[in-house]
């Protein structure tokens, strides 16, 4: 057997009826005070006489008795001051818990973008509208993040997924296949699920940097660049390009898985988009209230116009479509979710001989200073 609902009582009225009930016991509290030393005045008076220097008049005087009626009919009267007093008081206090409430229906019914904007008073409610539009904020960023991956996972598995299963069919089609190129077309197919599976690997990536900074840990940019560039030395090397590092102490604030992932992005980007012998230089610095990362690497001539764009999921420049496709056209895209996940200024720009420098200026949190 379930328990019925017990009756919604508005907290208005609830209120309401506390503050009428505080303002009524309040006059009668005055009211006892004032009448029971008149009544005690009276009582002297009539069994003694009136006192020595007492003044007469022939004027009509309000008795005690008089007095407690009009201020039983005051009271009476307060009732519904008090009543509407109270009302209008309550509604006022509770005016910003409306606006809560009204928003957090709208976005509970998908309007994830609204936000509650309390701005003054300065008082408890107003912090607590603070705290939920941040949370709305956080809301929002996952579910795009969701929505994102989703879109952007059925894009690009499409193809591969296709290709795997027109060479099983091929394959399993043709009378003559011997065991040759059963091995052949397994090797294949092997090739296409690990290109799936970095594919995922990097949506996954994108998707967590999407999703915002769950917690702030104190870190050293440096520290991070050094233990980033010690897992990619001996791939810079084979591909003949030297990697040189000016890192001084930059402390910051932020998550710092997320933070590793920008850093081996951009220098993945830089080492993989680079000329046989060409060069990578990584700098990390502190000035004032940022500390700063940039990466700058030759390469082929990137157009002005063109580098917004690569900061975009699953966009690459022309020349990379036409020949290697290395890549997913996703790390620069990974790099710009960190980059605002921390409120991070990121700036890119062509260099004159060809490659991209990359520069993001992260704030230096009080926590980090300390």
């Known amino acids: ?22 303002l009524f016991v309040a006059g009668v509290v005055v009211l006892l005070i004032v009448e029971v030393p008149l009544a005690g005045v009276e009582s002297v008076t009539r069994v003694g006489g009136p006192p020595s220097g007492a003044i007469t008049g022939t004027g009509d005087g309000i008795g005690p008795h008089r007095l407690l009626a009009v201020s039983a009919v005051a009271l009476a009267a307060l009732i519904p001051i008090a009543l509407a007093g109270g009302w209008f008081v309550a509604g006022r206090f509770l005016r910003p818990l409306r606006a809560i409430t009204a928003t957090a229906t709208a976005i509970s019914a998908g309007n994830l973008h609204r936000r509650l904007g309390l701005g003054e008073p300065a008082d408890e409610l107003t912090e607590l509208g603070h705290i939920l539009d941040d949370l709305f904020a956080r809301l929002e960023a996952s579910f795009d993040a969701q929505r994102h991956f989703v879109a952007n996972a059925s ?13 099983l069919e091929v394959t399993l089609a043709d009378p003559g296949a011997d065991a040759g190129t059963l091995r052949s077309a397994c090797e ?42 010690a897992s990619r030395r001996d791939q810079a090397a084979r591909k003949g390009i030297d990697v040189a590092e000016r890192l001084t102490t930059a402390v910051t604030s932020g998550d710092l898985g997320l933070i590793e992932s920008l850093v081996a992005n951009l220098v993945d980007n830089a080492v993989r988009h680079n000329h046989p012998d060409g060069h990578v230089q990584i700098t990390t610095r502190a000035s004032g209230t940022e500390v700063t990362l940039t990466v700058a690497n030759s390469g082929p001539v990137v157009p002005e116009d063109q580098i917004e764009r690569l900061f975009q999921p699953f966009q690459r420049l022309a020349a990379d479509r036409d020949g290697r496709r290395e890549g997913y ?8 979710a960190v980059a605002q996940a921390h409120q991070a200024a990121l700036t890119a720009g062509p ?20």
Do not use: C, K, W
């Open 329 to 336: 056209g996703l790390g620069l895209a990974i790099v710009n």
């Open 188 to 229: 294949e197919a092997l090739a296409l699920g690990g290109h799936q599976e970095r594919l995922v690997r990097a949506l996954l990536a994108l998707a967590v940097s999407e999703r915002g900074v769950t917690r702030r840990d104190t870190l050293d940019l440096a520290h991070v660049v050094a233990g980033v560039l």
């Open 1 to 22: 057997m379930t328990a019925r609902p017990l009756p919604r009582r508005s907290l208005q009225a609830r209120l309401t009826f506390f503050y009428a009930t505080g």
């Open 351 to 370: 260099r004159p001989h060809g490659g991209l420098t990359v520069t993001v200026r992260f704030p230096v949190r009080a926590t980090a200073r300390r």
């Open 155 to 167: 894009h690009e598995l499409r193809t591969p997924l296709a290709g795997l299963r027109t060479l």
